[in-house]
């Protein structure tokens, strides 16, 4: 009987990463994506199911719980900033529906960092990701009507995903987490080389140059901090300020050049409207640079606010295609604030534990941040309700944060 519920925890495990990173039922039940996302009843319906199964088995092991969830006090303060925003929200109720949606979506993630370890969690993640590889080769090539074309480029592919950049970005996590185990365990290190190759391969294929330049990015930084991380304190702040000085050089060359390189491999020259669209996000940031406009509220359809911006653009932009531009936005400088110390402090703490103990917790920590840094600077994924990416953040954030005393030893490093 125990292996069995056993089981039926897994599987619930898997069926709801299965959900939050997106299933091909999406496509399905949308008619190829057409249907509104506030018409999506079914899928709100799962979501909520996730949210009560997820408290229940919390409360199951409740004391644990407890202690996991009492770890992080700054994940906390952030959703009760996203909380009390619906005071000042451009639509308090649609505020209200979406931080309930985000602490469910947070419970979930504490839900994985006190049930699975850490490389539990990341196995769990490869094999729901492999799933999601394969339903994109079989949409691409069996349902193209489903699986190929996405706006402004007819032959790019989007898989299971309502886009080409979702699908990017999907398999830029893929090959970040394929990677780190590729390069950290040895148990069917072959798999996750597999997985490795097969992210960049659909990266390709969607034609998504930010995700592809961002898994470069990752995979270098991957290779990289195990080395600097063991220098003397002396060499590694100098060499780190200098791998970070030149990677932000880097970025701001890459957008002031972004005509000429885009353009001579035929793709926008204004990062598909991103430049365009920031100093207009900007603007809208000044009016109200201190509480914003309120979670999960400005990107509304009928919001003259937003109206505003895609007069500008001439495009319809769904956010701000930068995770921090959109937390500033919805929760003004407080929030920002709030997040970036709880995110420094979560940097720093990577960073010093490494040199302690090089384990394998803090490890991916560090990676991870890496890989939200990035992933958000043309994209938006920060503190997003139902978000893998903000799932995957709470649950590295607590794993750290679990003490190996009460709850065993941390899993060491087995690189070669």
Known sequence: MKKILISAEETFTVVSLIIYSGSPLDAFLTNGFTVKEDDRTLFRLFF??????????????WKKATYVLTRDNYIWLLIGVCALSSFWSLDSD???????????????????????????????CLLVLGISAVMCFIFALVLPQYGIGSAGDPTAWKGIYPTKNVLGKRFFLSGAICLFLAITTRENRWVSWLGYITSIVLILLSKSTTSLLNLIIITAACFTYYQ???????IMIPVLTFIATISVAFYVWFINEADTLLGAVGKDATLT????????????????PWLGYG????????????????????W???????GFLDLW???GLLG??????????????????????????NMWLLIYITFIIFSNLTETTLLEQNSLEWILYVAVVFSSKISTQKFGKMESLDLV
């Open 336 to 361: 920002l604030l709030v997040f970036l110390i709880g995110f420094v402090v979560n940097l720093l703490r990577a960073i010093y534990l490494i040199r302690l103990d090089e384990t394998y917790v």
């Open 94 to 124: 649609t505020t209200i529906r979406r931080v309930v949606g985000l602490l469910g979506t947070t419970i979930f993630g504490v839900y994985l960092a006190s049930r699975y370890t850490l490389k539990e969690q990341l196995k769990l």
């Open 48 to 61: 909520t199911i996730i949210y009560i199964v997820s408290l229940a088995l919390l409360t199951l092991r």
């Open 329 to 331: 936005l919805g929760l």
């Open 295 to 314: 979670y999960g509220a400005f990107w509304l359809k009928d919001n003259s606010e937003s109206s505003t911006i895609i007069q500008t653009v001439q």
């Open 273 to 288: 409207g991103r430049t365009e669209l920031w100093p207009a996000v900007v603007e809208m940031i000044e009016k109200k």
């Open 228 to 234: 600097v991380l063991r220098l003397k304190y002396k």
């Open 316 to 322: 319809n932009a769904p956010n701000a295609h930068n």
